[in-house]
Antibody
Framework: EVQLEESGGGSVQPGGSLRLSCAASGFTFSSYAMSWIRQAPGKGLEWVSTISGTGGSINYADSVKGRFTISRDNSRNTLYLQMSNLRADDTAMYYCAKQRAQWLSDYYEYWGQGTLVAVSS | EIVLTQSPGTLSLSPGERATLSCRASQSVSNRNLAWYQQEPGQAPRLLIY???SRATGIPDRFSGSGSATDFTLTISRLEPGDFAVYYCQQYGSSPGTFGPGTKVDIK
């Protein structure tokens, strides 16, 4: 059974940093691209970033480029999102998601339950 | 970037009725690379349909997807209590993948 469990969310002041983690199990982690998708309170879904199975290919949404860094540790079956210079409009539930295969642009087969990030002074 | 528009914004129906949800793209979606997700209140989204018409694992056959190019449809043949939720479409044929704004299906 595929399981994805996010952690690391919390409250932070504008300009601050957080690192989110997503622990994966139930599949061969290194064989699949993984993504972060966020959802602001009461709003729709917004793709944030995707990383290939090897970590060699990465994409970011323009809204987070230069501030967020996605990475993965295939030995620990864990996906990360390092977020810096956080702004109020980064406030959202952050979901990690497993994609169908290795390529970057794909649908999201499985989702974690999310971790909440709140940016406020 | 491909912009997706979903209609209607809200669909008010009764259990047992048929729901028809529309997703329109600003440009043609290549290879019918379109997915549908269901999100119940307080829950993570769940994949229903991928490649426009293929049901995901464990999804009942009352959910069906159709369409191509710029016009796609999700049909729920007979609404059950757990189907009252928000539904999102997503295109992944062009990078970046984009989501529609969602259609809320609520109880009439």
């Amino acid at each position: 059974e595929v399981q994805l469990e996010e952690s690391g969310g919390g409250s932070v002041q504008p300009g601050g940093s957080l690192r989110l983690s997503c622990a994966a199990s139930g599949f061969t982690f290194s064989s699949y691209a993984m993504s972060w998708i966020r959802q602001a309170p009461g709003k729709g879904l917004e793709w944030v970033s995707t990383i290939s199975g090897t970590g060699g290919s990465i994409n970011y949404a323009d809204s987070v480029k230069g501030r967020f860094t996605i990475s993965r540790d295939n030995s620990r079956n864990t996906l990360y999102l390092q977020m810096s210079n956080l702004r109020a409009d980064d406030t959202a539930m952050y979901y990690c998601a497993k994609q169908r295969a290795q390529w970057l642009s794909d649908y999201y087969e499985y989702w974690g339950q999310g971790t909440l990030v709140a940016v406020s002074s | 970037e491909i912009v997706l528009t979903q209609s209607p914004g809200t669909l008010s129906l009764s259990p047992g009725e048929r729901a028809t949800l529309s997703c329109r793209a600003s440009q043609s979606v290549s290879n019918r690379n379109l997915a549908w997700y269901q999100q119940e209140p307080g829950q993570a989204p769940r994949l229903l349909i991928y490649d426009a018409s293929s049901r995901a694992t464990g999804i009942p056959d009352r959910f069906s997807g159709s369409g191509s190019a710029t016009d796609f449809t999700l049909t729920i043949s007979r609404l059950e209590p757990g189907d009252f939720a928000v539904y999102y479409c997503q295109q992944y044929g062009s990078s970046p993948g984009t989501f529609g704004p969602g259609t809320k299906v609520d109880i009439k």
